[in-house]
């Protein structure tokens, strides 16, 4: 009967070690994604940073600078069209600058993600020489984290303009 006793205190003993060691390890996994989670204002600083080159790239017509926001193997996904791939993309703003249209500005309306990754949606206007809008609509566009150096994975756009008649 003893042995009996010290067999089962043994057993609580490790039973309670390991539930012990599991309450750690779980804490431990709780915290790392808090640890690793988004810095906020840093995204809004570094996306805002980015949409003001953006749109002066654009106002300048700088087709190249606009393309090398991308990663090679990005996508462009808007409406009524196929997908706008890796080397197409240059090609892609060279057409959108060219239409004449000065002003394209962009306004974050959320931010979320991780280390990795940072998805962002917003608003876009687009406005003529004369400040009338020409086109307005919203989009989500997915940055991702390669060695250090964000770049726009997916950019997915659409108008909120009626169609046209």
Not at 1 to 26: D, R, Y
Not at 150 to 158: C, F, S, T
């Amino acid at each position: 009967m003893q042995k009996t006793h010290l067999l089962l205190a043994v057993v609580i003993i490790i039973f309670g070690m390991l539930s012990c060691n599991q309450g750690s390890n779980l804490k431990e996994a709780k915290e790392k994604p808090a640890a690793a989670g988004l810095d906020k204002q840093w995204a809004k600083s570094f996306i805002d940073s980015i949409n003001a080159k953006f749109s002066e790239q654009f106002r300048a017509a700088d087709s190249a600078a606009l393309a090398s926001h991308y990663w090679p193997d990005a996508e462009i996904l808007l409406s009524n069209s196929d997908a706008i791939k890796g080397p197409e993309i240059l090609g892609a703003w060279g057409s959108m600058t060219r239409m004449g249209i000065p002003y394209f500005t962009f306004t974050t309306t959320d931010i979320a993600g991780d280390a990795d990754y940072l998805i962002e949606t917003g608003k876009y206007e687009m406005k003529d020489a004369k400040q009338t809008l020409v086109d307005k609509g919203k989009y989500v566009v997915v940055w991702q984290n390669r060695n250090g150096e964000w770049k726009l994975y997916r950019d997915i756009g659409n108008t909120s303009m009626p169609a046209a008649k």
